[in-house]
Every structure is written in C-alpha cells, then in structure tokens.
C-alpha cells in the first residue's frame, strides 16, 4: 500500500485509496498526519540550493508556505479524482478563482466569463480585473458554439460555470471548450456544483478545473478552501502564480478536506436523491413559480445535463409567485432545519434569498418573484418537505 493508486480505477475507488501514501510517515496510520511546519531544515548548502528549483514540483517539501505533506495529499488526491496532471489546493474557492485569472491574463488582455458566475466572481472581474487593465464580457450561458464570435484577438481566457450561481442554467461546455481549443484560448470552470464525480470538465477538453472545496470536499462547513486541477501544459504557469499571490493552505484544514473526501461519493448521492425529492414537491406547490434544477426533466438545461452530468448535488433554486417581502420572511424567518447562511456543500440544510436581477448583464433576469436558493442537506426529505410546507402556510397567512 503505498499510496501510489494506479490508473483505471474507479473514482469511488480513488476517493478511499488516493493521497495514503503509508510510507511517507512512520506509523502506517490510515491515514497521513496533519504536518504543520514553516520552516524545513536541510542536510548541507548542497541540499538547499538544489531544493529552490524543485518548488513547482508536486510534492517537493521546502518550505511551509508551498506545502507539507499534508497539502500534497490532499493535491494528489484532488488531480487523481480530475483525472489531471496536478492539482494545488488554495486558502478559499475565491483564491482559486483569483489564481486562475491572474495566472493567464494580464493587462490588455480580454476575458469571456459567464453571466451566471457565482456572484463574487464578477466583482473579481469588474474590479481588480478592470484595475489592472483586464477587459471582461460576460457572456450569455446559453451561448455554446457561438461562443467563438465573441473571441477576440486579445482574448486569453473563457470562464465557465454549470449549472450557474443562483438560478442554475447549463452550459454546452463540451462546444465551448471545443472553440477556444481552436483559436488557442484557455478555458476554465467553476465546477463547485458537479464535482469530478459528476462531472469531469478535463475529459470535455476544458482545461483547468476548479471547485471550492469549502463546499462537498470539505463538507462539513468547517473549513474553507479551494481547489485547482489542470493539464501539464498548465499546471506551472497557476503554480507559479499561486506562489506569487502568497497563498498558504492550513494543513489542519488539507486534512480536514482530505476526511472529507473519503465520503464525498455517498454523500453527493443522498444530497442528489433528497434535493430531487424536495425540488418535485416544491414543482407541484401552488406558490411556486418554477424550480430551477437541471436534473428536473422540465428544465431547460435538462438535456445538457443529462448528456453531460451523472448526477446533481443538493443546491438548486425556487422561484415564489410574487408575494410581499413580508410573506417571504414569515416563510423563511420560521424554519427549524433551513439555516439561514452563505455557502453551502455541508452535511446540513440551508435556504438563502438571491437576487440575480442586481447581476446579470449579458441576459437580464427576467423573474417576477422572489427568489429562494435552498440546500438540501443529508437529513430525512421528508422532514424537510414538512418544514417547508409549514412555511408555506405562514406565507399564506402573512397574505401571500
Ligand atoms: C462558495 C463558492 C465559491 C467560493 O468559495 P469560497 O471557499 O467561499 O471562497 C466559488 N464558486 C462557487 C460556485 C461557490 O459556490
């Protein structure tokens, strides 16, 4: 047992054997200890000036702030799942985000991002990208092949996220990536959502792959981190630019994203089965306007997803027929099991109010109620359904 997992396996498989390395550390312990360090001592000046070059190796131990072993567990794990050359795990989702765009574009430069990008995102772009000289169009989600027209001569980057934040439209990511392979831009996406295991954008030719492993990797909602795979005509150029940005991960929380990993597959399946239950109860509910979830076959991603996707994870969205703010908050303000909070990801449920007709340029919202994302936790559906039928009876008495 040694860690090194052979290819062709499984990525269930991979999720229980992938970053074990027993020979790295004396106990033969399961699993790998958290190795906390800043400082790492070397044998002789020889071993110190040969170990500056070898930081962009994947599991070269020189100094704290490029990672431990701990780190390079979990990396190692993360790029095995995305089938890709390497992997480096960043301090937050945002961070990976941020790497991925400072690693290809600079000033003069033009980026394509999706309209439907999760909201902190855009203000990456319409902020430190614009103050650096960085040109952004946000693009319609449903732009597929067409995406080539909007490619420009100074285009560098394409930024995709599927479904997309808030209300969940699919993209056609494979005829996206597609384009941009054939006038030399590079594609990355947010792939938070689907995960690896429901999704594998490296295999679509997309290519830099990132989550916010803060979500299902870590999935407990006690630690925050991201995640950054890509090819080997890559991985240097983000390595690099994490190192410039002066990124650390916690190693307390790589291992706490490395326990996570161990069950993210049973996890994902039970947050797939209950948010699908609760999204065809919410469908069939008269105070609903519709329910975006693209597994739900009246979807209009629907297609894609189930040409593209082998499952969907707990998130997705619900639109109210309009009601009073006052409706809403007596709907929302008195659920026991929906905690009321950003992020999502963990074991447990939670609702949030979204308002995509402050963000999209590209493709103006076009709702007329309000809108409530939920996240359908591991507890039983059933309780939750009866936690939101209570709710809906408070809507009706508050006059919605
Ligand atoms: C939460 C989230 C992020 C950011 O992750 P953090 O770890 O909170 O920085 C990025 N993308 C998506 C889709 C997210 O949901």
Redesign the pocket.
């Known amino acids: 047992m040694t860690g090194k997992v052979k290819s062709g396996l499984q990525p269930d498989t991979i999720l229980g054997h992938a970053g074990r390395d027993l020979t790295a550390h004396g106990g033969r312990a399961i699993n790998p200890p958290v190795v906390r360090a800043s400082t790492i001592v070397f044998d002789s000046l020889a071993d110190w000036a040969a170990a500056a070059p070898r930081r962009m190796e994947p599991d070269f131990v020189q100094y704290g702030r490029f990672g431990t072993p701990t780190h390079f567990a979990l990396n190692d794990a993360i790029a095995k799942l995305e089938g890709a050359h390497a992997a480096l795990c960043l301090p937050?989702?945002?961070?990976?985000?941020v790497v991925t765009y400072l690693a290809f574009l600079g000033p003069g430069d033009h980026a394509l991002v999706a309209d439907t990008?999760?909201a902190?995102?855009r203000n990456t772009c319409t902020g430190l990208l614009a103050r650096i000289g960085v040109e952004t169009t946000f693009y319609d989600p449903s732009v597929g092949a067409g995406i080539a027209e909007l490619i420009r001569p100074n285009t560098k980057l394409i930024f995709l996220?599927a479904p997309g934040?808030l209300t969940f439209e699919m993209q056609d990511v494979p005829a996206i990536a597609e384009a941009a392979r054939a006038r030399g831009v590079v594609t990355a996406i947010?792939n938070?959502?689907a995960t690896p295991l429901y999704f594998r954008p490296l295999e679509v030719g997309v290519d830099v792959s990132l989550?916010?492993?803060?979500?299902y990797v870590v999935g407990h909602s006690d630690a925050?981190?991201?995640t950054l795979a890509t090819t080997e005509a890559h991985y240097e150029r983000i390595k690099k630019t994490s190192h410039e940005l002066g990124y650390a991960v916690g190693p307390d929380d790589a291992w706490l994203a490395l326990r996570g990993l161990r069950t993210l597959s049973v996890r994902l399946a039970r947050h797939h089965e209950s948010g699908l239950e609760v999204a065809r109860w919410l469908a069939a509910r008269p105070e609903v306007a519709r329910v975006f979830h693209p597994a739900l076959p009246g979807d209009p991603g629907h297609a894609l997803w189930k040409r593209d996707f082998s499952g969907a994870c707990g998130l997705f969205g619900f639109e109210l027929k309009p009601v009073s703010e006052a409706a809403v908050a007596a709907l929302v303000d008195g659920l026991e099991l929906f905690g009321l909070g950003?992020?999502?990801?963990g074991y447990e449920s939670l609702v949030l109010p979204a308002h995509p007709e402050k963000l999209r340029t590209a493709v103006p919202w076009d709702g007329k109620g309000p809108i409530l994302r939920l996240h359908v936790g591991l507890e039983d559906p059933g309780d939750l359904i009866a936690d939101l039928e209570a709710g809906f009876e408070r809507l009706r008495a508050a006059g919605g």
Do not use: F, Q
């Open positions: 937050s989702g945002l961070a990976a985000i990008v999760y902190p995102n996220e934040s947010d938070t959502w989550m916010a492993g803060t979500k925050m981190l991201g950003a992020s999502w990801g």
